[in-house]
């Protein structure tokens, strides 16, 4: 498929917050690495954005990997300086989600948003992201938000490894495959109106939309933290984007890390 186009993506990007310098590789061990790494190098410009073509060790949560063959998806990873605490630093992961809906719904998907990360078709993970911060003394500095987006890779290829069933593409889903210089600057576009509407109206305008597409609302779940795993109903989000659930001893427990699974 085609190759990032550096002046093509520069030309129709809207750019006020994200997209001020676009680093384009053609393979990097991971792109939240790399962009981490460039942030001992002064001056670092907020919105600066890393795409590769392939990573060799892309990252997940918690220790995972994610699945990153060359020439096919969209791995990128955007440094922002938001200027907010550091217990505030979900809502970006937030905006990336919604940027994701709405770009898959410009092609014609149907989406939905699992908390805290992932973005799902048909019940499939097309997309996630992972939000590394990087501290200045005891408060919050750089924020890298890496996004990874399933577009053109095949189900063959899903199925021989590590996502067997739990993965899906644009292409799978779509049956043709998409454009990734277009598709990019859909993204960032929709990755920048985002930014730009929580500058201007705030995270509860972030939170609404990204409720709307949530798919967990009063789902029973099973959810698994580092330190325990216990049954509840999902009850909705706090004003920090931590998961309220209210489990089986009838109290609402707030989940800052890890994952739930719908039972
Ligand atoms: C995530 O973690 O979903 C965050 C993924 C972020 C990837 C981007 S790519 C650009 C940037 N650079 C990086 O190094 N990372 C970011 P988590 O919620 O922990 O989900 C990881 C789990 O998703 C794995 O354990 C697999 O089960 C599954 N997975 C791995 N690769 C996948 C893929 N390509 N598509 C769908 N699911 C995948």
Known sequence: MSKYNKDLIYSKITNHHIGSKLIILDEVDSTNKYALSLLGNKPCVSGTVVVADSQYAGKGRLDRSWYSPKGVNLYLSVILMPGIKTEEVNILTFISSVATVNTLLEYGMSPEI?????????AKKISGVLTDINMEGNRLGHVIVGIGINLNVAIDSLSSGQVDNIATSVYIEQGEKVNRNEFLIKFLNNLDDCYDCYIKHGKAFIYKLW????????????????????????????????MLVHNEKDETVRIVSGDVVYI
């Open 114 to 122: 699992k908390w805290p990360n992932d973005v799902l078709v048909n």
């Open 211 to 242: 409720e709307s597409r949530w798919n967990g609302r009063g789902k029973a779940v099973c959810v698994n933290t580092q330190d325990e795993q216990f049954a509840g109903r999902c009850v909705g989000l706090d004003n920090n984007g931590f």
